[in-house]
């Protein structure tokens, strides 16, 4: 059975910084691209970042380019989301997702970001 | 970016009877390269990560209920279920895999009558 159980979450204030991670299971995790998608109540499903397998190349919404980066560790089953500089707007739930190539094909259950002051 | 527009936003319709979402895309989402449309649908129930149902946009995931069914082509995209029930109360999203950004549509409530 495939799982991804992000963690990391809370409440951060605006400028702050989070690290996101997302423990996999159930598949071989360096074969597949992972990606970070987040979801507002304002927003709808916002797609942030996606990651190739081996971790080589990496893909970012303009809106979060240069403020957050992702990586993987493939010895460990891991993804992360280093997120710096955040703001009020980046409030959301962020999903760990498994990718098929570019399609967002399974999802964890979502961890939760506050920026507030 | 490529706009998906989902309608409608919401719609209620009585126990066995169809439900049909609509996602018009932007762009054409037909890759040359393999002759596939780019256009996913996801089921979102309350408290629960979206589930991915139809991928290209008419191949149904494996375990989802061939009351659900993807058409389509080109820029305009149909998610139909064919006789709805109690637990298909959720909201449907259109998801395009075609080209960066990932964007998805705005998500259609769906309700009982």
């Known amino acids: 059975e495939v799982k991804l159980v992000e963690s990391g979450g809370g409440l951060v204030q605006p400028g702050g910084s989070l690290r996101l991670s997302c423990a996999a299971s159930?598949?071989?995790?360096?074969?597949?691209?992972m990606m970070w998608v987040r979801q507002t109540p304002g927003k709808g499903l916002e797609w942030v970042a996606t990651?190739?397998?081996?971790?080589?190349?990496?893909y970012y919404v303009d809106s979060v380019r240069g403020r957050f980066t992702v990586s993987r560790d493939n010895a460990k089953n891991s993804l992360y989301l280093q997120m710096n500089s955040l703001r009020v707007e980046d409030t959301a739930i962020y999903y760990c997702?498994?990718?098929?190539?570019?399609?967002?094909?399974?999802w964890g259950q979502g961890t939760l970001v506050s920026v507030s002051s | 970016d490529i706009v998906l527009t989902q309608s409608p936003d919401s719609l209620a319709v009585s126990l066995g009877e169809r439900a049909t979402i609509n996602c018009k895309s932007s762009?054409?989402?037909?890759?040359?390269?393999?002759?596939?449309?780019?256009l996913a649908w996801f089921q979102q129930k309350l408290g629960q990560p979206p589930k991915l149902l139809i991928y290209?946009?008419?191949t149904r995931e494996s375990g989802v209920p061939d009351r659900f069914s993807g058409s389509g082509s080109g820029t305009d995209f149909t998610l139909t279920i064919t006789s709805l029930q109690a637990e298909d109360v959720a909201v449907y999203y259109c998801?395009?895999?075609?080209?960066?950004?990932?964007?998805f549509g705005g998500g259609t409530k769906v309700e009982i009558k």
């Open positions: 997702a498994r990718g098929s190539g570019w399609l967002v094909y399974h």
């Open positions: 159930g598949f071989i995790f360096s074969n597949d691209w």
């Open positions: 990651i190739r397998g081996d971790g080589g190349d990496k």
């Open positions: 762009l054409n989402l037909l890759a040359s390269s393999d002759n596939k449309y780019y």
């Open positions: 290209w946009a008419s």
């Open positions: 998801h395009q895999h075609f080209h960066s950004p990932l964007t």
